[in-house]
């Protein structure tokens, strides 16, 4: 008799939390093990040791992606990614997820993911290699290169490369490229872990700026300044990242 998959659900709301449990516990073969925030997933992931998370991409402390960072590719369950927005989806693909369900969660779509995620957990134990896995390890590196972003009526792609700065809004950020704003459900923490430190540096805790745009540094009182992008933006540098700021600009003396 094969032994029952255990499965950890982590998110930031109970109720979806709760949900989820409700789904699983419609299978006899399933026993939830961990049950968590963010914040909490990776610890608990690494005690409970589950052959299945149920895992949320949009969390404001730690998100679904920086909870996989942390658990390391080797010690990673099945992952099925829980998320409200398709671009979140989209990039769970990215990183090789075995599936996605949406919010608002259809009954069927679940029972059709929990059934992937358990074929997938099978070949785990009779030691089957994840290819997916050595796949996620090896795009690790690889920054960013487009968002795709919601209109009233469409989906939008807006290179990486067009990106003037970003401005935080609460839980979402405001894109500004190319002339335009889109706005975009993530927080300043997990677009700043997403877009190429090299290119893209948090001058405020409410913006990030894109070197390559920047055109004009004006000092202003107590070491803060006033950032002039191409095509006349201004965005506030604070004191207390000014000196990152200007190193991106100083040539290394060492050696």
Not at 158 to 163: M, N, Q, S
Not at 247 to 253: A, E, L, N, S, V
Request: glycine share 4%; hydrophobic share 50%.
């Amino acid at each position: 008799m094969t032994a029952p998959f255990t499965v950890a659900v982590v998110d930031d709301e109970p109720l979806a939390r709760e949900l989820v449990r409700l789904l699983l516990a419609r299978d006899a073969d399933v026993a939830v093990v961990a049950e968590c925030s963010g914040a909490d997933a990776a610890a608990a992931i690494a005690q409970a040791r589950p052959d299945i998370v149920f895992l949320d991409v949009q969390m404001p402390e730690v998100d679904g992606f920086a909870v996989l960072e942390r658990v390391g590719v080797d010690a990673a369950p099945v992952v099925v990614f829980v998320t409200a927005y398709g671009d979140h989806a989209l990039r769970a693909f990215a990183v090789h997820a075995i599936d996605y369900v949406l919010k608002p969660i259809d009954d069927a779509r679940f029972a059709t993911a929990l059934a992937r995620a358990k074929h997938q957990a099978l070949a785990r134990r009779a030691g089957e290699p994840d290819a997916r896995l050595a796949a996620m390890l090896r795009d690790g590196s690889r920054w960013t290169k487009r968002f795709l972003v919601r209109t009233r009526d469409r989906l939008l792609v807006v290179p990486t490369d067009t990106i003037d700065w970003v401005e935080a809004a609460d839980y979402y950020a405001t894109l500004h490229a190319a002339g335009a704003s889109h706005l975009l459900r993530e927080t300043m923490a997990e677009l700043e872990r997403r877009l190429d430190p090299e290119r893209f540096v948090r001058v405020h805790r409410s913006a990030i700026v894109n070197l390559d745009r920047v055109r004009e540094v004006r000092p202003l009182f107590r070491g803060d300044a006033v950032l002039v992008l191409a095509g006349g933006a201004e965005v506030r540098l604070s004191r207390a990242r000014r000196r990152e700021f200007e190193r991106r600009f100083t040539p290394d003396q060492r050696g």
